[in-house]
DNA sequence: CTATATATTTCAGCTCGCTTAACTATTTAA
DNA sequence: TTAAATAGTTAAGCGAGCTGAAATATATAG
């Protein structure tokens, strides 16, 4: 087990201070909007990856088709997602977000992230501009790093041994 | 409405990449160990503020006391929580993280945060001092706003008008 | 002391999300 | 063409988590 990295510790408490915050923006606003995180989990994937399959959105939630169609279908009831059948093999259903599913996704993002207006006000040029740059760094080690993982998801994240 | 501010878009960015990546780890973990989302943010939040009433908690949670005793009655048979009599008011239930309790939860921010010695490993000495450097600037921004904000909650967060 | 306020628990009843199992429809392989 | 695989839905049943209302116990105000 490694010591303690001070970056990786800063990291730590970066990300803390920031998932409580955009968390519990999040779950105000989707308390009020009558939708749960695993429905906001699915409208997000959608919006992510475009169109999806019930089998695939299961998988990537983490449950049985079973009770992706059964979620998905509580979505097309408040005509968040459209659900149509794809022409090309007629048993899978194509899943995309109606604008109604849109807007409130939207919304739902601009909520948690309200309070980020804030934290850019408290903050001098020069230091939003040292920010963005270390800021931009991150993000793009961070989306190789994804790419490298997802190619390893088998052995490890999804299916240990 | 402001423009998008380069140093927000940043943030949001990064934000959205590591929420993602924490979430799952996260999620992952919590269905392994059979404890809600619910759960872990109760437990998060007793950890937090050291003692919470039950009540306390249920607010905290967004729940009524009712929903919260019956949260805290599952919590204390899986022996992750202890509940007490407060001995200077006997209405009120003392809430502490029993040594299990205590272990899960840390085990949990682990589970989440695991990924970042991966990104540690993908970055330079001299980006992650740098980054280290940014990012000491954001948790301090953040938690002054934080208290800020905890200053106006009457107004603009829990009961507004 | 009595009335009221506060803290928590219990209960009935509801929705959500989940599972397994059975079923339908469609595609693909032999 | 028939058999097997695949995609999705449906049904029965379960536990979590929520609410409102009622009950209990304790503290506090008059």
Not at 95 to 118: F, P
Request: net charge negative.
């Amino acid at each position: 087990m490694p010591l303690a990295d001070p970056f990786v510790a800063t990291l730590q408490s970066w990300i803390e201070v920031s998932m409580r915050r955009s968390m519990r923006n999040f779950l105000h606003y989707a308390r009020e909007s009558g939708l749960s995180m695993s429905q906001f989990g699915a409208l997000f994937h959608i919006h992510r990856i475009g169109s999806s399959g019930v089998t695939d959105l299961g998988e990537y939630l983490g449950v049985t088709s079973a009770a992706a169609s059964q979620m998905l279908e509580r979505l097309v009831q408040q005509e968040l997602i459209l659900r149509s059948e794809d022409p090309h093999d007629r048993r899978v259903k194509q899943i995309v977000l109606t604008e109604k599913g849109s807007q409130v996704l939207a919304e739902g993002i601009r909520a948690r992230q309200g309070w980020l207006d804030d934290l850019a006000a408290s903050l001098s040029f020069d230091e939003k501009q040292q920010i963005t740059m270390a800021l931009t760094t991150l993000v793009e080690k961070a989306t190789h790093l994804k790419q490298a993982v997802k190619q390893n998801s088998n052995l490890f994240i999804e299916e240990h041994p």
